[in-house]
């Protein structure tokens, strides 16, 4: 006969009461289960194998479900520590159990049609992730693993869904790419982004078709060992060494504690290469501009993005000092910024000095009129 817990468990951990009586289950049964811990009651009506402390039990218990970086994380996003559990409500929702150290957020009722019994989706849930993500290799670290997972497909589809909560997270999608396959690999992009350089991953060289994880400025191949995945590939490993050397492409191999703990020697040793690539005309020096501007937090965003804008018409500016800064020197535009004496800016009127007079000149009332009064009295005044 099939117990309580296994049905539960059958289910993934979590699994209504309409669903046990279904199954024939009985309150009896149910009592029983709990009393003597095959299951937990998470709330009214639900059952779970799962434990007390377990993210998607907490969000259970709260009376919604998973979101965000924390509903990713369950489902092997990487990340470089646990996320802080953020529970998505509904917007109608009411009578909420609160846990201190857990967020609670409300979303719109068209969410609660997606997603699962514990979790809402994993679009909307990446979607919320990224903004709240407490910096940049944070958030595209989210948005390269949601590419490897396919759960967003292409430059467009991730535009669409990251710019779900905020637009400028659409540019995210230029940060990232489908190439990344761990942790290492993503943050490692990242940060070289960062720095200015350009970087192509999974890079095929020589014959065999061997691929590098990064290939930097053109020049070097970067390959990310973490212990899990390289352990096996030592003799491979030393046979891609000898065909990047072969190509022309510089090798340098970096552990998982070089990346998380000493990036500044990483850092150096790439500059070194590229600089020896360069001097000796193997590559150009190139650079990367072409990536949305990383711009300072602002409220509870950590990072934020520049989104290009459009110009509907040429916009003068309104002080006088940023005239030269507008639109550089020009002619009847002194180099101290200022416009020329007699000559206002645009959308300022002529106002009087300190002794109540309007100054002399072409833009002020009677000003021809006092220039010719003045050169007559000086011509008088010659004559004499």
Partial sequence: MTTIAELVASEGGLLHKHDLVAAG???????????FGGVRRARRGWYST????DPRFVAVAIGGRLTGAAALHELGAWSWTPPQIVVSVPETASRLRRRRGVRVVWDPLELSNRGTTWAVDPRDALARAVVEAESLEDAVMLVDWARLQGIVHGDDDARMVLSRMRADAAGLAAWSDGGAESILESAAGTRLRLEGRRVARQVSVGSRGERIDMLVDGAVGLETDGREHHAHRFEKDRVKDATMVLAGILPFRASTSMVRRDWKTVSAVVE?????????????????SSLPRLLPGRGRRKWRLGVPGRRKGQELPTRAGAWSQAAGPRAGVSEGGAPPAGREAPGREATPDRGGALPVGRGTPGGEERARRGGRRRAREGER
């Fill in 25 to 35: 289950a009985t309150d009896r049964h149910l009592t029983a289960a709990v009393r």
């Fill in 50 to 53: 799962w434990s007390p402390t």
């Fill in 272 to 288: 070194a290469l590229v600089a020896r690539s360069v001097a000796q005309g193997v590559v150009p020096r190139v650079g990367n």
